[in-house]
């Protein structure tokens, strides 16, 4: 069962553009979520999150968009340039308020290609 | 500020062999998680330790174990390796504050099981 889902494997854009990623949650628990942007052969760095109790988080070239209602996020990057090539990951996370639950539920990644 | 770090980076092992990863955190995180990759499955969830307790643990059978030391160290086990479990196993360590925080990941251990 996959909570978290990001349907696209790959995406392409050409460098300046704009890079939407999207991802989808099913599981009404989770209240955390974050983005991960790996390179091979190197562990997953974190880009930026977001708490259930917003709907957009900004951080630079980076921007972050909630909707609960439609159990969706999407990660935005403005301008693309080729250092962005990498595989992203959205994460989810339920029950931190609680100081409780640190594990991260995993989408399996879209592969972002930015071409110059 | 010293980033995750992993031993080894790389492991062959034969099936049926038992194997330990070990992971250093961040100074000053308390949380330790495990995560294995393989291709396709994106990252699995294995198990979270914090002041030395198992906190949190995913589905994976018995066979994989890890214990956390009173310095936030820890070490993960598999024993009797299957094909199966060849893949690219990630620590991550994270302050826990509870108000909701990213973890930061080691660079991994890439495990083949021959």
């Known amino acids: 069962d996959q909570q978290v889902k990001q349907n696209s494997p790959s995406l392409s854009v050409q460098e300046g553009r704009i890079s939407i990623l999207n991802c989808d949650y099913t599981n009404s628990m989770f209240d955390y979520f974050l983005w991960y942007k790996k390179y091979p052969a190197e562990g997953p760095t974190f880009l930026i999150s977001i708490s259930s109790i917003k709907d957009k988080n900004e951080d630079g070239r980076f921007t972050v968009f909630l909707n609960k209602s439609a159990k969706h996020l999407s990660l935005h990057i403005v301008p693309s340039q080729p250092g962005d090539s990498a595989v992203y990951f959205c994460?989810?996370?339920?029950?931190?308020?609680?100081?409780?639950?640190?594990?991260?539920?995993f989408g399996t990644g879209t592969r972002l290609t930015i071409i110059p | 500020k010293a980033g995750v770090t992993q031993t080894p980076r790389y492991l062959i092992k034969t099936r049926g062999q038992q194997v330990t990863l070990s992971c250093s955190p961040i100074?000053?995180?308390?949380?330790v998680s495990w995560y294995q990759q393989t291709p396709g499955q994106g990252l699995q969830f294995l198990f979270e330790y914090f002041s030395e307790t198992q906190r949190n643990k995913g589905n994976f059978p018995g066979r994989f174990s890890g214990r956390q030391f009173s310095n936030s160290r820890s070490e993960m086990n598999v024993s009797t390796l299957e094909l199966g479990d060849s893949a690219l196993y990630l620590c991550a360590s994270s302050f826990r504050t509870g108000g909701g925080t990213e973890a930061f990941f080691g660079q991994g251990t890439r495990l083949t099981v021959v």
């Open positions: 100074s000053g995180h308390r949380s």
């Open positions: 994460a989810a996370s339920a029950g931190v308020s609680n100081f409780g639950n640190e594990k991260l539920t």
